[in-house]
């Protein structure tokens, strides 16, 4: 199936244009509503990453949070030296870095998750749950294509 899409300069009718902008806006947002908690958005990214799993590697950080293994390395080195995480090596694989939440950084992931959440009731706020249903499946539709590539 093909979306009929008239160019992508016509911002109307090109989908990237709309998720490049709300990105982008989000960010801009979220950068704004985390710094007079004391961190920025790539940090939000990795403590909210280790919020689901309680090790995960640098790796599998950068996979999850959509940054780039280099930037997630430095990430969390900062967020290390704010006693926020703790870093292992993976017990079943020499080669790997397992980072963990300390308890400053738990409550730091608290602070952060309640800016998000006000953000997303915010932003999503007309929108039904049917809606953001269909909005995620076709997000995901779109992504999983993509990974095709």
């Known amino acids: 199936m093909s979306a009929k899409i008239a160019t992508p300069h016509a911002k109307k009718t090109w989908p990237f244009y709309w998720i490049s902008r709300v990105d982008q806006r989000y960010v801009q947002v979220l950068e704004k509503r985390l710094k ?3 961190i920025d958005a790539p940090r939000w990214r990795v403590l909210m990453s280790l919020r ?3 090790h995960l590697s640098v790796s599998e950080i950068a996979e999850f949070s959509a ?3 280099n930037t997630t390395t430095k990430v969390v080195q900062r967020l290390a030296a704010d ?3 703790a870093t292992r090596v993976r017990p079943t694989d020499a080669r790997a870095t ?3 939440l300390t308890a400053a950084g738990e409550r730091m992931g608290a602070l952060a998750l309640a800016e998000v959440r006000d953000i997303f ?3 999503f706020r007309s929108v039904s749950t049917e809606e953001m249903d269909v ?3 076709i997000l995901e539709k779109v992504f999983d294509q993509l990974k095709r590539m």
Do not use: K, Q
Request: aromatic share 0%; net charge negative; charged share 25%.
């Open 121 to 123: 009731d915010i932003a």
């Open 98 to 100: 397992e980072v963990s």
């Open 83 to 85: 006693g926020l995480v």
């Open 36 to 38: 007079p908690i004391g």
């Open 67 to 69: 940054m780039r293994l």
């Open 135 to 137: 909005l995620n499946g």
């Open 52 to 54: 689901e799993d309680t």
